[in-house]
């Protein structure tokens, strides 16, 4: 029985291919295989050989059995292995190429603005950028003589000769949104309205067309104070810094009412600008308590209602903020400064994640 | 503005630094842009004097100088013809930068002898042009700062310049003097009085005046007075050196004085040489067509309505705004007629505008010069005038009178506190206003003739908070307008707007922003262009109408990409565009456009160029995201920017949610694309918003039997649409089949040449999900024999053997 262990273990192990281990599972175990033959030989034994026979019988049939299979596994794992080794391919190939695209800074800085005022319980407000020269001048306290009106540098819509309406304006800030909230929405009242703004300017720093948002709150108790830490929080929020210092300096708007312009405390060592540090100031934002003329434009009784508004620019916070130099490359969708400039499309800002990704 | 600190110290009493002085001025709202200050750039140079200077060894012109200065003897080679032994010299030490040669001292040799600083001259220290040799002064002790001697002894030369932008409500701060009245109401120091006492006139004016009925309302006051007999020479130093020191160069005297009083007392002036006056003057309007030569040598024709004084020759001056030529005054003048008088603001600035004459007289009118200043402005030019030309005054000619502007405004100091958020005493703002020139009358305040800015109580709290420094103001929180978290704030359309851009970019398209405004054939192209989108003062001809479509934008910002060598390229915006140019035509959409490869080459299979189909996959995508039905109908009839054959509409019913297709060749060719170019535009407003049904979902519904799938292929009229197929397979059993899906498409020669010309072959799978129990075949065959019975009825095709 031992020989027979011996020849077929030594077989199998020797096995090259599937067929040849059918054929010596076949001979071994098969009907008429060397090991079925034993067995039938035990019928003829005493019952006390066939008590050692039988079980050794046994036990021979199911090792080989097991070594068939071990091989057979090994035999495959064998082949595969082969075909594996032949299936080589160059992995430092490019991979298929896939596009990613890119969110623009304004957009991106619109959504940051958007997210901080949000939670100060601001909503958004919007309005038209082709304007009424009274939503845009008039309602807003700059009549039609005020030197403002001049200065502003305004872009006039065509008017047919048979129409003698005054020309509708390219909104020159994004303040007549503040008179579209009060009318529609009435007070108390909390916007922003960020948006395009145009004023007819071309040159290093300037282009024809640039971004605002402005803010707007009224009740019947907010002060100046408190327009000073909504400015605060923002800014600190905004530009991701701990410590922020804003400085208020008077200022004239024709609809704000004291007025201010706000400086943000600065150092420009080295040529780069660092906030919140340094004896520099620089000038970020225009802002004011609303001018009571502004606030009967927008239907709300300037003696119960008070609040304040400031503008500041989008693009302007976007170029301090992540370090872009040149206003006029926002608008020229040179695929190069899309791609370095712009944001990831997941890098949606939130407060609790932060704004920055 | 500008002006120096030894001119506001005329007017104002004060030991304050020029730092201070210049953070006040920032913070009152006279914001300084810029500080000259000549004192700060000597503050290094020192005063030395020469104990020794003996010949250089080796140089004729050199000498070796020894020189004590504030830190001992020190030696210094110097080539100045007049370096001598006793006389007092300023020094460059080692380090000092020397403005006037742009350089800084070293210690160096000089032909072998060590020099250890320089002895300046004049222009090294751009004080003036003296360069004969170094600086020689007649005082001072060797180590003193130069800068503090010049203080002492030549305080014209270190004056201090300062610039402030004026905001348009302050006219009153558009003269040194009211610029001093806000520093003292600040408590800078005390405001000086300036009185303007009456001169006497020993004689009747020959020259009289007179206001034109018509022309009362806008130049209501002319005072005037003849001085006869005066020399007008060069005006003395002191008055060129103020004018100078601002920017103005010194004409004569009596040019000069008027200059003066423009910018010290913010009242424009005008002197006729009386000598060449014929007769007395009228104030009038023009009548529209007359010309005059004004005094910068430019001829001016009048529009009617231009206040202007004429005399019986012709007009000789444009009222508030500039003189004319004829009769201004030159050196010759002996008799001069002094003019203090006021015109309208709204008018001056419209007469200055449609001459384009900017002036100094203009600029202050506009804004608004004191009426109640003619008077006092005529003498104290009159007392100038005999103080600095000789001469002898008529007596006054007063035509017309001062316009009333006393009026008086509620001051409530509690609401300034609740205003400003800042706790400023009642007792500070009354003495505030006072200083302002404010008359507190109970609880009302009466402004000054000066701020024609002060129209009511709003612009009392500003005067208040402004001179109490908004600087001082602390930031006090401003709770949320509920308690608790705060509500979403976003409208439907702008959360559409955010996911669109999300989408989209993560579709891998880069964002653009572009201008608002393109070319008129740009806009042509796009259906707009037309004369309502119109700009009237385009800043050039390539931004000339409102874009009535995005796409004009994008393309063109492909083809100068594609000039820079960028071939692949994936553009997005989401933007306003104008349908005409009433503020209601603006609506919001968002476009994409594709050029170039889909898929470059490369390793990974053959190169293709972008085509309809990516357009049209990027807008279903787009779409989706923002909850457009997935089963929507396609329309062929896409905007004529597209090729007309393969551009499409996303429509429900009749609403266009969406466009796409490949760019029109012509349109490419006409904005320099290089083409494949497609694109497509999305209509963000048309998608049906949810009706809002709380946040449950309905419930999901899923079968555990096996779902059968069968294949059907039919022929067909080439132009069928496979929509229209799918439809109608779909429409076989509603409840049974879960989907079809178009497989293949066959067309081409092959197959017209086997089934005929003009026909294609359209291969779909038609998937049926039993919900209930498994379906026979009896049943699926049934199913099977109406898809091809719906198609076949459908589209007038067969199924194919």
């Not at chain 1, 791609?339 to 994640?353: E, Q």
Request: hydrophobic share 40%; with cysteine.
């Amino acid at each position: 029985m031992d020989d027979l262990r011996q020849k077929y273990l030594a077989a199998i192990a020797e096995a090259k291919g599937e067929g040849q281990l059918e054929e010596i599972r076949v001979a071994a175990l098969g009907k008429k295989g060397e090991i079925a033959l034993e067995m039938r030989k035990l019928g003829q034994m005493s019952p006390e050989e066939r008590q050692t026979a039988g079980p050794a019988l046994n036990a021979l049939k199911a090792e080989v059995n097991d070594a068939i299979l071990a091989r057979r596994s090994g035999l495959a794992d064998a082949a595969l292995d082969e075909r594996l080794k032949a299936e080589w391919l160059d992995v430092t190939l490019p991979s298929r190429p896939v596009r990613s695209g890119t969110v623009h800074p304004v957009s991106q800085v619109t959504e940051e603005v958007t997210a901080l005022f949000a939670d100060m319980g601001f909503s958004v407000a919007e309005g038209p950028q082709v304007e009424t020269d009274w939503y845009n001048f008039d309602a807003l306290n700059i009549a039609s003589h005020h030197p403002a009106r001049a200065e502003m540098d305004t872009f006039y819509m065509a008017r047919a000769e048979e129409d003698d309406r005054p020309p509708h304006v390219l909104r020159t800030h994004t303040s007549p949104v503040q008179i579209r909230s009060m009318l529609a929405q009435g007070a108390p009242l909390r916007v922003i309205a960020p948006g395009r703004v145009y004023r007819a300017d071309f040159d290093q720093t300037h282009t024809p067309m640039f971004h605002q948002v402005e803010g707007l709150a009224l009740d019947t108790d907010i002060s100046m104070a408190n327009l000073k830490w909504v400015l605060e929080e923002f800014c600190r929020a905004f530009f991701e810094v701990d410590d922020v210092e804003l400085r208020f300096r008077a200022s004239h708007f024709p609809f704000t009412e004291p007025s201010a312009e706000v400086d943000i405390r600065c150092s420009w060592e080295g040529g780069a600008l660092k906030l919140g540090e340094g004896d520099d100031w620089l000038e970020i934002l225009g802002s004011g308590m609303v001018h009571p003329n502004v606030l009967k434009a927008g239907g709300i009784d300037p003696e119960v209602y008070q609040g304040f508004a400031f503008g500041m620019g989008i693009d302007r916070i976007a170029m301090l903020k992540y370090g872009i130099p040149d206003l006029r490359a926002f608008f020229e969708s040179d695929l190069r400064w899309l791609r370095h400039y712009g944001f990831a499309s997941t890098a949606v800002p939130t407060m609790r994640g932060g704004l920055t990704a | 503005m500008k002006f120096t600190l030894a001119w506001l110290k005329e007017h104002l009493d004060t030991a304050a630094t020029l730092d201070e002085i210049t953070f006040a001025l920032s913070d009152l709202g006279l914001e300084v842009e810029n500080v000259t200050d000549p004192a700060a750039a000597l503050s290094t140079f020192s005063i030395g004097k020469v104990v020794a200077a003996e010949k250089h060894p080796d140089a004729d012109r050199l000498k070796v100088c020894r020189v004590e200065t504030g830190s001992g003897e020190t030696q210094i080679i110097c080539g100045a013809p007049n370096a001598r032994e006793g006389i007092t010299v300023v020094v460059a030490a080692p380090g000092t930068y020397v403005p006037g040669i742009d350089t800084t001292i070293q210690v160096g040799k000089i032909r072998g002898i060590e020099s250890h600083g320089m002895m300046c001259s004049e222009r090294e220290l751009e004080l003036g042009e003296g360069h004969d040799g170094i600086i020689e002064l007649p005082s001072g002790t060797a180590g003193q700062p130069f800068s503090d001697w010049l203080e002492e002894n030549d305080p014209g030369r270190t004056d201090p310049v300062i610039e402030i932008g004026i905001t348009p409500n302050r006219p009153d701060a558009l003269g040194v003097r009211g610029i001093a009245r806000d520093l003292a109401a600040r408590g800078l120091g005390t405001l000086k009085p300036a009185p303007a006492p009456e001169v006497p006139g020993t004689f009747p004016s020959p020259v009289s005046v007179t206001i034109a009925e018509d022309a009362r309302d806008v130049a209501p006051v002319f005072c005037g007075r003849l001085i006869r007999g005066v020399r007008n020479g060069p005006s003395p130093d002191w008055l060129q050196a103020r004018l100078k020191a601002i920017g103005l160069r010194p004409i004569s005297t009596l040019v000069d004085i008027t200059n003066f009083f423009t910018h010290d007392r913010a009242r424009p002036l005008h002197v006729f040489d009386a000598g060449k006056l014929a007769g007395g003057l009228t104030v009038h309007p023009a009548r529209g067509g007359e010309t005059m030569m004004g005094l910068d040598d430019k001829e001016y024709t009048f529009e009617p309505g231009m206040t202007v004084i004429s005399d019986d020759a012709g007009i000789q001056s444009i009222g508030g705004v500039m003189g004319g030529l004829a009769t201004g005054c030159t050196t010759e003048t002996t008799d001069v007629f002094v003019e203090s008088a006021w015109f309208d603001p709204v008018r001056t600035a419209f007469t200055g505008r449609a001459l384009k004459i900017n002036s100094d007289a203009r600029y202050r009118f506009e804004r608004g010069v004191d009426p109640a200043s003619a008077r006092d402005g005529l003498e104290l030019a009159t007392r100038m005038i005999l103080d600095l030309c000789g001469g002898e005054a008529s007596e006054a000619v007063i035509a017309g009178a001062a316009p009333d502007t006393t009026r008086a405004y509620p001051f409530n100091p509690d609401r300034v506190v609740s205003l400003v958020g800042m706790d400023i005493p009642e007792a500070e703002q009354r003495k505030t206003l006072e200083a302002l020139g404010f008359r507190l009358e109970a609880d009302m305040a009466h402004p000054p003739s000066w701020r024609p800015d002060i129209q009511g109580s709003a612009d009392l709290v500003e005067e208040v908070a402004r001179i109490a420094s908004l600087t001082k103001l602390e930031g006090k929180p401003m709770p949320r307008p509920r308690p608790g978290l705060p509500a979403p704030v976003l409208t439907p359309l702008q959360r559409r707007e955010r996911t669109l851009r999300r989408t989209v970019a993560g579709a891998g398209y880069n964002e653009c922003v572009s201008y608002s405004f393109v070319d008129q054939a740009s806009a042509a192209l796009f259906g707009g262009g037309g004369p309502d989108t119109k700009l009237e003062n385009p800043i050039s001809s390539e931004m000339s109408h409102m874009r009535p479509a995005l796409l004009p934008g994008l393309l063109q910002a492909a083809a100068r990409n594609q000039a820079r060598g960028q071939g692949e390229l994936a553009l997005f915006e989401i933007g306003a565009v104008f349908s005409g140019g009433e503020p209601e035509n603006q609506s919001l959409v968002a476009s994409g456009i594709l050029v170039g490869d889909a898929t470059p080459r490369g390793v990974h299979g053959a190169r293709r160029g972008v085509d309809v189909f990516d357009a049209k996959a990027d807008l279903e995508q787009a779409l989706a995201s923002i909850g457009a039905p997935a089963k929507a109908q396609i329309r062929r009839d896409a905007p004529g920017w597209f090729h007309p054959g393969r551009s499409g509409a996303i429509c429900l019913g009749k609403t266009v949610l969406g466009v796409f297709g490949e760019i029109h060749p012509k349109v490419l060719s006409a904005l320099d694309v290089k083409g494949p170019a497609v694109g497509w535009t999305l209509f963000p407003d048309a998608v049906p918003y949810p009706r809002s049904s709380g946040t449950g979902r309905p419930a999901l519904k899923v079968s555990g039997l096996q779902a059968v799938e069968r294949d059907f292929a039919f022929v067909l009229d080439r132009q069928v649409a496979a929509l229209d197929v799918v439809n109608a397979a779909g429409g076989a059993d509603k409840a049974l089949i879960e989907s079809v899906r178009v497989f293949d498409e066959f067309t081409g020669e092959a197959a017209e040449a086997q089934m005929g010309e003009g026909k294609k072959s359209l291969a779909i799978a038609v998937r049926l999900q039993p919900m209930e129990r498994t379906l026979t075949d009896e049943e699926i065959d049934a199913v099977s024999k109406k898809v091809i019975e719906k198609v076949t009825k459908a589209t007038g095709g067969s199924l194919r053997g």
